[in-house]
């Protein structure tokens, strides 16, 4: 089967308008996101597969694209 990531049940994304940033919201954490990572949460709703995800970004960085992709699963943020 191929791996469709998603937000956790207990993670949000929110704007931040005081930081003028993207919030990953945590149990017991905040993390603030950059705009690239940022772009690839929020393409993270179940509809698209990772292999989607990485392909929605330039050949160069596809390779950071996949490691953030097993970093936030790893921290448990995406299911």
Sequence with gaps: MTWRP???PSA??????VRQAELLIVPERIVVLNEE???IVALCDGTRTAQEIVAEFPGEVAGDVVEFLDRVRGEGWLR
């Design 37 to 39: 990572a940022a772009a």
């Design 12 to 17: 949000m994304l929110r704007h931040d308008p």
């Design 6 to 8: 998603a937000l956790a």
